[in-house]
């Protein structure tokens, strides 16, 4: 198989893994703390990076660094990327959550002006601006229609954005192994510490499905849960691997579409899983989302040949 077809089957993969991990925690939110869900998820894909992963690559040496105050930072962007897109899909339509989410190649972009002082012509400024005019559209603000929640995505969009400027910065000499290794890391930490703040569940009686879903006590999994945990965990180190060789193997701008086909994944999922049907402006935002990240890829592929590795996305 060429470089670029492996590339392209490894994305597609992750896509479907990553898309199951969205289905799986909306529908464990109604019954768990996020922070546990989390907690469990990782312990999970943490053995499975040690038993699997590690000695496919480099052993133990994955938890080899140097650049461990940038592995704990990356992994703070990755955990709040993570908590408050999860937060929203608590609340909100998985469907709209995605595409607000994949707001952030415009945000990576536009950080990649603020923070490492690239140029960006006109034309990815209009992208940019075209992408957020699509989670207006999406978010409605002003009107009935216009959640709270919505905004949560969009945050996690900003947090995965950090993550991706900072991947920039120290891809060059660590692996995707030992990034992965260290994100897990760093949210069995949170994950630890919430549930040691907050896990009797002294603040769980809230109205709001995402305020239940960060404060809500923790229990015992109900045996039934069980397989989705296991599914949820090993899923999800899974993605992170496929999609970090996928950006190995063949050149970004060629892997960096497959991504987008979490977004119609969503929309059938939404609607076969949780009986959510979006209406005619929610495609009309995901159309300028999509039609705005899509193009930012391929323009920053026609300027910069060479792209840098991308991180591993939730």
């Not at 599914?231 to 950006?247: D, N, R, T």
Request: charged share 10%; hydrophobic share 55%.
């Amino acid at each position: 198989m060429s470089p670029t077809k492996l590339g392209a089957v490894c994305a597609s993969v992750a896509v479907v893994f990553f898309s199951i991990n969205d289905v799986a925690i909306k529908f464990l939110s109604d019954g768990y703390a996020l922070h546990q869900v989390v907690l469990i998820r990782s312990l999970i894909a943490l053995l499975v990076i040690v038993v699997i992963i590690a000695p496919m690559t480099s052993g133990w040496g994955i938890a080899r660094t140097k650049k461990l105050k940038m592995h704990m930072l990356r992994g703070l962007c990755v955990v709040f990327a993570n908590m408050t897109f999860f937060l929203g899909l608590a609340a909100m339509p998985l469907a709209d959550a995605v595409a607000i989410f994949f707001i952030s190649p415009l945000v990576i972009t536009l950080f990649s002006v603020v923070f490492l002082g690239e140029v960006v012509g006109p034309r990815r400024w209009a992208a940019i601006a075209v992408g957020f005019i699509g989670v207006l559209v999406m978010m409605r603000p002003g009107t009935a229609a216009f959640q709270v929640a919505s905004l949560l995505p969009l945050v996690a969009a900003f947090c995965y954005a950090g993550l991706h400027t900072l991947t920039r910065r120290i891809g060059g000499t660590e692996s995707a192994a030992t990034m992965a290794f260290y994100i897990q890391i760093v949210f069995i930490i949170v994950g630890l510490l919430f549930g040691f703040l907050v896990g009797d569940g002294r603040f769980g009686d809230q109205s709001d499905p995402s305020l239940a879903f960060l404060f809500r006590a923790w229990g015992w999994p109900d045996p039934a849960d069980y397989l989705i945990f296991l599914i949820v965990g090993a899923g999800i180190a899974a993605a992170g691997y496929l999609i970090s060789q996928a950006y190995r193997v063949a050149e970004a701008s060629y892997v960096a579409p497959f991504e987008y086909l979490a977004l119609p994944m969503s929309v059938v999922w939404g609607m076969v899983v949780f009986g959510e049907y979006p209406g005619g402006w929610d495609y009309v935002g995901m159309g300028l989302i999509l039609g705005a990240g899509l193009f930012t890829i391929w323009r920053d592929a026609q300027a910069k040949p060479v792209t840098l590795q991308r991180p591993l996305r939730r």
